[in-house]
């Protein structure tokens, strides 16, 4: 099981890791909500935006969807 576990990463596709993490990609920031965000995908439903707070890394991006105008985690 143990071994299993520590496989399941490599079994998991990019965006199957990033949902199981709460969307929040290179760093430690807060993914709260926010109204400040850019759709992803194409449908007008998956957004991202940048995290609050120290400590996120430049570049990381929270993910989410979109709900009454704001984007906020899944």
């Keep these: 099981m143990k071994k299993s576990l520590l496989n399941l990463g490599k079994a998991l596709s990019k965006s199957e890791q990033k949902n199981i993490h709460g969307g929040l990609r290179g760093g430690f920031g807060t993914c709260g909500c926010s ?40």
């Design 35 to 74: 109204s400040e965000y850019t759709l992803e995908g194409g449908n007008g439903i998956e957004c991202s935006y940048e995290p609050t707070g120290a400590g996120g890394f430049p570049g990381a991006r929270c993910y989410g969807s979109v709900q009454n105008g704001m984007c906020c985690p899944y």
